[in-house]
């Protein structure tokens, strides 16, 4: 059996959720997974080369390689009422979206969810790419006039003085009623359907095991906590590890779908996405 490689950005979500499949706390038989971090924005360039097996990608990316790769049915990022969140140094203006129009905001990668999501908001801004972990600093500086934040970004804005301007989370759910999907993990389809169907398995038994071992899964995503404290960590791993990431369920799915085929609508993705989940493609 060769070595699986599984590519996951490094953040404390996704290293609870990995934590007990990098630790050798499951049984994966003959399966040996290599475990890669890497921003989101790598992985989703990577994933549209096809390079790696096993590997996050942002919805938006997943829509460019659908062809390539099937949706596990376990792992999604999924904001109920939350989500990337857009911050400036002013204070919030009562008409957001007319505020937007035309300024500089830093987004960390075109082909991410948020920046997505943000494009249906508002779709006549200057994007300006920046390393996730660096927009603060990019509005803190006056680089841009607004900075669109991801990961823990998402808890620590206030603690630098930026204000929110707004919670795509929450305007999602006001548009449709629905969480917003942000990421997702993905596998080969060219691995076949009974690796693809054990590769599965493996996964949700990792993020199983994680909720059943809390504490010490937690003290492991410490390590990509980018500065939380411990309480905060617990609260960011529990905004985006939940029921949704050990199945998408029927609500879960439908927001995948909706996103998509609003994206497709909007012109902001190139054609409508067939959306297929392990468990529907590979029976």
């Given at each position: 059996m060769p070595s699986l490689r599984v590519a996951h950005s490094p953040d404390s979500d996704d290293a609870f959720m990995f934590w007990a499949l990098a630790a050798e706390k499951i049984d994966t038989g003959n399966r040996r997974y290599i475990h890669e971090l890497s921003d989101i924005e790598s992985l989703n360039r990577r994933a549209m080369a096809g390079e790696l097996e096993i590997t996050a990608v942002s919805f938006h990316?997943?829509?460019?390689?659908?062809?390539?790769?099937?949706?596990?049915?376990?792992?999604?990022?999924?904001?109920?009422?939350?989500g990337p969140r857009v911050v400036s140094k002013g204070a919030v203006p009562s008409d957001v979206r007319g505020a937007l129009a035309g300024k500089r905001i830093a987004i960390p990668g075109e082909m991410t969810t948020a920046f997505?999501?943000?494009?249906m908001f508002q779709s006549e801004f200057d994007p300006v790419p920046?390393?996730?972990?660096?927009?603060?600093?990019?509005?803190?500086?006056?680089?841009?006039d607004a900075g669109l934040?991801?990961?823990?970004?998402?808890?620590?804005y206030a603690h630098r003085g930026l204000e929110l301007w707004l919670d795509l989370g929450e305007w999602w759910h006001s548009e449709t009623g629905l969480p917003l999907p942000l990421g997702c993990n993905v596998v080969r389809r060219d691995l076949g359907e009974d690796l693809i169907k054990h590769v599965s398995r493996?996964?949700?038994?990792?993020?199983?095991?994680g909720l059943g071992h809390r504490a010490e899964a937690l003290a492991h995503a410490m390590q990509y906590a980018r500065g939380l404290t411990e309480e905060d960590a617990d609260t960011f791993v529990g905004m985006y590890v939940n029921?949704?990431?050990?199945?998408?369920?029927?609500?879960?799915?439908?927001?995948?779908?909706?996103?998509?085929?609003?994206?497709?609508?909007?012109?902001?993705?190139p054609s409508k996405v067939s959306v297929d989940f392990v468990d529907d493609a590979v029976s």
């Open positions: 990316a997943y829509a460019h390689v659908a062809d390539r790769y099937v949706l596990l049915p376990h792992g999604a990022s999924i904001g109920d009422r939350y997505l999501t943000l494009r920046t390393p996730f972990d660096q927009i603060e600093e990019a509005v803190l500086g006056g680089e841009v934040l991801i990961h823990e970004g998402q808890l620590t493996d996964l949700r038994a990792s993020i199983v095991f029921d949704y990431t050990v199945d998408y369920g029927d609500i879960g799915r439908r927001a995948v779908r909706t996103l998509l085929e609003r994206g497709a609508r909007e012109g902001l993705i």
